[in-house]
């Protein structure tokens, strides 16, 4: 139920069966509401549980339908409602990752609304891989960083003002989980698999790249953090700007403080701040005019959106004729 109107995922309400080669795995996850909790607890990343007991909850996680990876292997899927919101996070990740790489096929992920959920965590698969050099190769932090607001965030709908003029700031969450698991090489699919795609061997038969396989080092695993390090530094860096310059009113409570009825902290769990003042710098470190860069993109995105929506982009798409096979785009 969303706004008092009742809505489902597509797979589960198609009497087409177009789902029927899918294998359908639950993934349940707070909604954007609970990242306005995350706010007023003072952004904490560790100790902060989502209460699966409210009556609008009704999806559960079934163990038993979760195919192990060699990255989940060791998740008591069961135990799931005990979990924090980082490492429901990234137990979910690792299971997504994994079986990215060891599936026979792609995966969709998505959730009901589309734009939240689904950039958050599409986001942080690819902010990962980049890390670990699997995609991305040639891209700068900062040119990852304008990739991944673009087409994981804004492209999909994500609708920023909305969400910071509420609180729900989801957005913000998926940059301080880089900048808290930027260590953590248990979510790094070369240690795990201890493959790299080099960057200029594609095969001879169809030009594509191979997997290799490599001994996982220190080097590499300081290399991805410094990557991560750098990406969660170039966000911070403007985000604080970018609310004071919107002028969007913040609220904060002392950390430890509960919201009633919504979210549970142990004291005796480790807490760490989102964004260290380590983690950020001035904007002169860096070559780029960064200080602007997400509301401009989330203004561009929803202008260029509503010029499709209104008809204004159809004369361009009669200016030249293309075939279909360019015009045709991968699910």
């Known amino acids: 139920m969303k706004y008092w109107v009742p809505v489902t995922s597509s797979e589960k309400a198609d009497p087409h069966n177009r789902y029927h080669d899918f294998e359908i795995i639950p993934m349940p996850y707070p909604?954007?509401?609970?990242?306005?909790?995350?706010?007023?607890?003072?952004?904490l990343m560790r100790g902060l549980k989502f209460d699966w007991e409210q009556p609008m909850v009704e999806v559960i996680l079934r163990a038993e339908s979760i195919r192990k990876t060699l990255l989940s292997a060791d998740i008591e899927w069961q135990r799931y409602k005990t979990w924090d919101v980082t490492t429901l996070t990234t137990n979910y990740l690792k299971l997504l990752l994994g079986l990215l790489f060891e599936g026979s096929g792609g995966i969709s992920v998505h959730c009901v609304s589309g734009w939240d959920r689904t950039p958050l965590f599409i986001s942080l698969m690819r902010c990962l891989l980049w890390a670990d050099d699997l995609v991305h190769q040639s891209l700068s932090p900062f040119e990852m960083l304008y990739?991944?607001?673009?087409y994981d965030w804004f492209l999909f709908g994500h609708k920023?003002?909305?969400r910071m003029e509420m609180g729900e700031e989801i957005l913000r969450f998926a940059f301080s989980y880089l900048a808290e698991v930027a260590s953590d090489i248990s979510l790094?699919?070369?240690a795990t698999y201890h493959m790299v795609v080099p960057p200029e061997y594609p095969t001879a038969e169809n030009g594509c790249q191979e997997f290799v396989e490599i001994k996982w080092?220190?080097?590499l695993a300081e290399a991805r953090r410094e990557k991560l390090r750098s990406l969660t530094q170039l966000f911070f860096s403007m985000w604080d700007n970018e609310v004071e310059a919107c002028g969007i009113p913040r609220a904060y409570q002392t950390p430890g403080q509960n919201a009633p009825d919504t979210w549970?902290?142990?004291?005796s769990d480790w807490?760490?701040?989102?964004?260290?003042s380590s983690l950020s710098p001035s904007f002169s470190q860096f070559h780029q005019p960064v200080g602007a860069m997400v509301s401009q993109?989330?203004?561009?995105?929803?202008s260029a959106a509503v010029a499709v929506m209104s008809g204004l982009a159809k004369p361009l798409s009669g200016s030249r004729s293309v075939s279909e096979s360019e015009t045709s785009e991968p699910n």
């Open 217 to 219: 080092s220190p080097y």
């Open 271 to 276: 807490i760490s701040q989102s964004a260290p």
């Open 31 to 43: 909604g954007s509401e609970f990242f306005r909790v995350w706010r007023d607890s003072g952004y």
């Open 188 to 190: 790094s699919v070369s």
């Open 297 to 302: 993109l989330s203004n561009v995105v929803t």
């Open 264 to 267: 549970e902290s142990n004291d």
């Open 160 to 162: 920023l003002r909305t």
């Open 147 to 150: 990739v991944t607001l673009a």
